[in-house]
């Protein structure tokens, strides 16, 4: 008895065989495969015209490739012919489309073609991963019969592997590319960060930075200037690059006021309103602003949202929580501001900022770490030198969470007047 592919013609079935030597080159060029496809397609069932669809299982929509339009053409997976054909995995013939409900003659009206029937031919890859579909238009000889669908049904099978493999590997080298980039802008985050701790008599500094994913929301910041210990803290809503951009933005901004010899309010406000101008609607930083004067040991800041903030007393070793003094910063534009919050670091006190991703570290139970857990590390370690009180809060953080993911970043600064 003879097999289908016996009754086939031999021309055909040649051309397709030359199709899947072509298709097995090494080749990165999805458009170039993709007019091979066709243009073997119309060879082989001797065909007028004919179009290649490729699925989206994210927007479970099929995206017309072939032949390419001005604007994008989909159509969702099920309906019409197109998504009815992939739904099912069964060619359809339709001998008559404007007679076939199915057909959208919207596509006959974007091209100019005038479509008589068709050949609808699923393409579905190794594990029935679902590629996309091919159309044939118009044989130029009668409509499609059987034995064209089985000449279609084998070239639907080498088309379709090749296909999912070069979607595998577009998606490999994308996912590559992009993993590069987390890469250089984790780089570029990090050179942002203080290189070391300022060295300033009678003081402890820490500061340390955890991003929840490549690159993170957060940033601090620790540097002398003069007299005086510049301390930022900063928080985009957020984690990830777009979130990273806007924290370095508001550093960087920072950094410039400072230099031409602005104030902490003129530093402040200026900052603020350039974010208002320059963020979404629905994006805002929180941050801390301070100066730490060495001469009398006032911290003055101001904390647009940031808190709560931490201030343990060496005196009767209690903790003592302080909120922000004013909403988060590029919310709405300012024209002045109260008085900056002053904070008399007496010998041996601990002044702490430390972002949400502490306070709100969620555990398995969904329990928040919260701040009874925060002064509770503060108070009992707070003889310790502040990179090891750093890492006994870290430590006690992700003991405390166990297998629960970071979802937020962590970003932890320490100051301490060393005691007398």
Known sequence: MNTESELLPNDSLMRILELTHQLMAPNDDIGLVLNEILEAGLDV????????????????????????????????????????????????????CYADARFNSDIDKITGYQTKSILSIPLVGFEHKLVGVIQLLNKTTGPFNGQDEALARTLAAQCAVALQRMQMMESLLATERLNEEFALAREIQQATLPDAMPELEGYDFSG?????????GDLFDLVLLGDEVFILLGDATGHGIGPALSATRMQGMLR??????????????????????????????????????????????????QGPLAHVSAANNNCQWH??????????????????REVLLAPG???????????????EQDEQFGEDRVADILTSFSGQTMDELKDQLLQAVFSFGGEAEQLDDITIVLVRRNPL
Not at 50 to 78: A, R
Not at 208 to 216: E, N, W, Y
């Open 349 to 363: 006190d601990i002044f702490a900022v430390i972002s949400d991703g502490v306070y709100e570290y969620h555990n």
């Open 208 to 216: 340390g930075f955890m991003p929840a994913d490549h690159t993170g």
């Open 323 to 340: 909120a922000p003094t004013s909403f988060p910063v590029g919310v709405m534009e300012l024209e002045q501001l109260d008085e900056p």
């Open 45 to 96: 069932l001797n065909a007028d015209s004919g179009s290649i669809w490729l699925f989206d299982d994210s927007t479970q929509q099929l995206q017309m490739y072939l032949p390419e339009t001005q604007s994008k053409i989909t159509v969702l997976y099920g309906e019409g012919l197109v998504g009815e054909c992939l739904a099912t995995n069964e060619i359809i013939n339709v001998r008559d």
């Open 256 to 305: 410039v006021a400072l230099r031409v010899g602005a104030n902490l309010d003129e530093a402040y406000i200026h900052v603020n309103n350039q974010l208002v101008e320059d963020l979404p609607d629905n994006k805002f930083l929180t941050a801390f602003v301070g100066f730490l004067n060495k001469h009398n040991h006032v911290l003055r800041y101001h904390s647009g949202g």
